[in-house]
C-alpha cells in the first residue's frame, strides 16, 4: 500500500486553492503538479504559493509526464466533461468538481468509462460531509421516520450574468452548474425517489425559468418539495421534519434542530469546517484514503452515479417535464 498520494492539480482558479488549502495539511499527499492553461501568470503565482515543484500549460501534458496517483479537476464548467473523460480514459482517480458535465448525457459518458475502467472517482458535492448535513443524517436515522424534506435554493442569477464570465451556453443551464448542490441533498437525505413532479414559470429572465419547483414522493413514504425562485432574496437552505422534531439548515454552514416541547439546540460544527469550505476536508480525506487503499468511494460520497440522479433531476426541472418517475433511484 503506498503511503504517499501523489496529487496533480487540473486548475487554477477559486476553487482550486480550496482544494490546495486542505490537501497541503495531509501528511500523506504531495502536490507535484499543477496545470492551466489559460494564465501563466495564475498558474506560476499558484505554484509559488502552495510550493508545486512542476506545472503545465496543458493537462494532457502534465498526465503524460507525471506518474500520478490521483488528479483534482478545477476547470471551467465548459471544460469539466473534457478533462474528466481524458483523465478517466487514461484510468486516473479522479476528484471531478461539479458539475461533471452540462447535460445528463455527458454524465452518463463519465460514468460508462469510469465503470468500464474501474476507476477511482468522486464529483465534488462536498456539501454531503458538512457537519450540518451529517447531523441531518444522524436525526434521521436516531429519530427516524423522515416525514418530509424541503430544499430552498434561490439563485442570485443578475449577479452571474453582471460578471459576464459564462457564455449563454452555460447560463441557460445554469440549473446544472450551481444548482445541482442543492438537488444532491433531495435524494442524500430522502433517499429514493419514487415520483418527482415539476411545475416551473417565468417571470422576468429569458435565458432560464426562474421560478422552480417540484413535489417529490421518496420510496420511503417522505414527501418532499423543491423551490428555486430566483428573483426573490434568500439563502440556500434544507429543512427536515419528523415526528416531534425538524432540523434546519441556514445557510448551509450552520443550523438548529427544534423539538416539540420548544427546546432547540444548536447544529455542531466540526473544526475542519470550520478551517476550510465546509465537507471539504471530509470528502479530500475520504478520496486521498481511497486512492492510497484502491478501494471504492463509499457514504456519504457521491461518485458519477449519484450525481447522475441530480443531473437527472435538473434535466426534469429545466425541460418542465411532468412527472418524472424514479426507478432503482435513477430518475426517468
Known sequence: ????????????????????????KM????????????????????CRKYNIPRNYSSFLEMLDQEALDAVFICVSVMDNFTVARSCLVRGIPSLIEKP??????????????????????MVGLQRRFSSTVMEGIRMIRQRSPLMSLVVEAPERFEEIKAKKKFPQEVLRRWIFNNGIHCLDMLSFLGGHIKEFHVMQQTWKEPLHP???HALIRFEQGAIG???????????????????????????MEEGRVTFSDGTQQALPISQEDRDFKPGLFAQNRMFIDACLDKKKIGFPGAT?????????????????????RAEGGVVK
Open 27 to 46: 501528511n500523506d499527499v504531495e502536490v507535484v503538479a499543477l496545470a492551466n492553461q489559460w494564465s501563466e501568470e495564475r498558474r506560476n503565482a499558484v
Open 100 to 121: 461533471p458535465g452540462l447535460s445528463v448525457e455527458e454524465t452518463e459518458e463519465l460514468l460508462q468509462i469510469a465503470e468500464f475502467k474501474g476507476v477511482i472517482h
Open 1 to 24: 500500500m503506498k503511503t504517499k498520494c501523489r496529487v496533480g492539480i487540473i486548475g487554477a482558479g477559486r476553487m482550486a486553492c480550496f482544494h490546495l488549502d486542505v490537501l497541503l
Open 304 to 324: 458519477l452515479r449519484e450525481a447522475l440522479v441530480s443531473m437527472q433531476l435538473a434535466e426534469c426541472l429545466l425541460s418542465g417535464a411532468l412527472p418524472c
Open 225 to 251: 418539495h423543491y423551490l428555486s425562485n430566483w428573483n426573490s432574496p434568500g439563502n440556500w437552505a434544507v429543512r427536515l421534519f419528523g415526528d416531534g422534531w425538524r432540523l434546519d439548515i441556514e445557510p
Open 210 to 212: 426562474d421560478c422552480l
